[in-house]
Nanobody
Framework: QVQLVESGGGLVQAGSSLRLSCVGSGRFFSTYDAGWFRQAPGKAREFVAAISKNGQDTYYAESVKGRFTISRENAKNTVYLQMRTLKPDDTAVYYC?????????????????WGQGTRVTVSS
């Protein structure tokens, strides 16, 4: 069992930066791939970024490539999402998830545990 807690969301202006954090419980956090998804009002949850267990491999949605950076510190059981040059379209609740069996990390169904989410609002 892994519990995930996201933090770092807030209300910012377009062009600003935010860093989201996701802290996981348990001794085996480093055995999970991790990812960030987001859900905007009235829309389905969508993939944002993912990172492999050891942090060597990262994956991004086209809409955030070059602006967002995913990273992790396994010693702290933490995954980060650094978001730069935020746009109003980035407004959403951001969720952190972890996946034990490596696979298509852009698919939410491949994740085993999720956090409760942190809200990001970007004003124009």
């Amino acid at each position: 069992q892994v519990q995930l807690v996201e933090s770092g969301g807030g209300l910012v202006q377009a062009g600003s930066s935010l860093r989201l954090s996701c802290v996981g419980s348990g001794r085996f956090f480093s055995t999970y791939d991790a990812g960030w998804f987001r859900q905007a009002p009235g829309k389905a949850r969508e993939f944002v970024a993912a990172i492999s267990k050891n942090g060597q491999d990262t994956y991004y949605a086209e809409s955030v490539k070059g602006r967002f950076t995913i990273s992790r510190e396994n010693a702290k059981n933490t995954v980060y999402l650094q978001m730069r040059t935020l746009k109003p379209d980035d407004t959403a609740v951001y969720y952190c998830g972890v996946s034990y069996i490596s696979g298509e990390l852009h698919l939410g169904r491949n994740y085993d545990y999720w956090g409760q989410g942190t809200r990001v609002t970007v004003s124009s």
